[in-house]
């Protein structure tokens, strides 16, 4: 549920996450942290946001991100396909949906 009260979409429909991964080549990667809003990415969001925007698993979140942002630095970077499960759907925990191409 949206709570902007005026202000514009914390994720507006036509640029957002599904429309960048819309545009994006292959190989791209989508996953939905079904249970976190758009500021639960943020360790530190303050009170501005958190009214703004609605709020769920802020921990689930920055695990899951901070998990999977090394996980793609290590493959895609440092060329090392041990992490490459991190980014498939054999490691993605539960409450996180994964689609990729």
């Excluded at 902007?4 to 996450?17: L, R, S, T």
């Excluded at 791209?28 to 698993?57: I, K, L, M």
């Amino acid at each position: 549920a949206e709570r902007n009260f005026g202000a514009p979409a914390c994720a507006p429909e036509d640029d957002n996450y599904a429309a960048y991964y819309d545009e994006s080549p292959s190989p791209s990667y989508q996953w939905v942290v079904r249970e976190a809003g758009h500021n639960d990415f943020v360790p530190e969001c303050g009170v501005t946001c958190q009214f703004a925007c609605p709020s769920g698993s802020r921990d689930l979140a920055l695990d899951f991100a901070a998990t999977t942002m090394t996980a793609f630095y290590k493959v895609y970077l440092a060329d090392d396909e041990s992490y490459r499960p991190w980014l498939e759907a054999g490691r993605v925990p539960d409450g996180v949906d994964y689609e990729a191409r």
